[in-house]
């Protein structure tokens, strides 16, 4: 059972919004750690999407967006492609485990 | 560019020990913080361990701590990994990964190298 909780799968129609969200405690994202976001495709490497709760790394499209309140956080997509079709998940830093920890992922299917 | 390469993976029994490598280029490799992240067969991500620039500091997840190592030569390039008393649940695929500068996000992750413990 991972430390954050996620959604195990979510689903849109390409060009739909779609929301994922992270859910925390106290001794992690309602401590005030930061919460940063990845895209997984099976047999890849992770790739950053979202770090600091809300920024985008450069060459990530502006259809990604983050956003953080109280012990919760959430990804958002809009305009969905086929290629979104991957596992998503969230991490930030647990201050009772000194370490960081992630989200269990979200398998977003594009339909 | 960035590149990680890790290495070091593959079969070894249950109580035996591995060690993985990850070699880095395209950046100044002393200047960073680096991680282990692991993935077993149809699980999410789990943090392994990290370490500062200079190795003054670490951090190991409670799962493997006392177990696992992390340690780094910065006039190699190189990130370490070495694993003792391997178990079962250990069988992941093992990323290394730079820490973006002033964050505990991972902005560059290598392809991953396949540990399996099995008898």
């Known amino acids: 059972q991972s430390v954050l909780t996620q959604p195990p799968s979510v689903s849109g129609a390409p060009g739909q919004r779609v929301t994922i969200s992270c859910t925390g405690s106290y001794s992690n994202i309602g401590a005030g750690y930061d919460v940063h976001w990845y895209q997984h495709l099976p047999g890849t490497a992770p790739k950053l999407l979202i770090y600091g709760n809300i920024n985008r790394p450069s060459g990530v499209p502006d259809r990604f967006s983050g956003s953080k309140s109280g012990t919760s956080a959430s990804l958002a997509i809009t305009g969905l492609q086929t290629e979104d079709e991957a596992d998503y998940y969230c991490?930030?830093?647990?201050?009772?485990?000194?370490?960081?920890?992630f989200g269990g992922g979200t398998k977003l299917t594009v339909l | 560019q960035v590149q990680l390469v890790e290495s070091g993976g593959g079969l070894v029994k249950p109580g035996g020990s591995l060690r993985l490598s990850c070699a880095a280029s395209g950046f100044t490799f002393s200047d960073y913080y680096m991680d282990w992240i692991r993935q077993a067969p149809g699980k999410g991500l789990e943090w392994v361990s990290y370490i500062s620039s200079t190795g003054t500091t670490i951090r190991s997840a409670d799962s493997v701590k006392g177990r696992f190592t992390i340690s780094r030569d910065n006039a190699k390039n190189s990130l370490y990994l070495q694993m003792n008393s391997l178990r079962a649940d250990d069988t992941a695929v093992y990323y290394c990964?730079?820490?973006?500068?002033?964050?505990?996000?991972?902005?560059?992750w290598g392809q991953g190298t396949l540990v399996t413990v099995s008898s």
């Open positions: 991490q930030s830093y647990d201050s009772s485990l000194s370490g960081s920890v």
């Open positions: 990964a730079r820490r973006k500068v002033g964050s505990s996000s991972c902005d560059y």
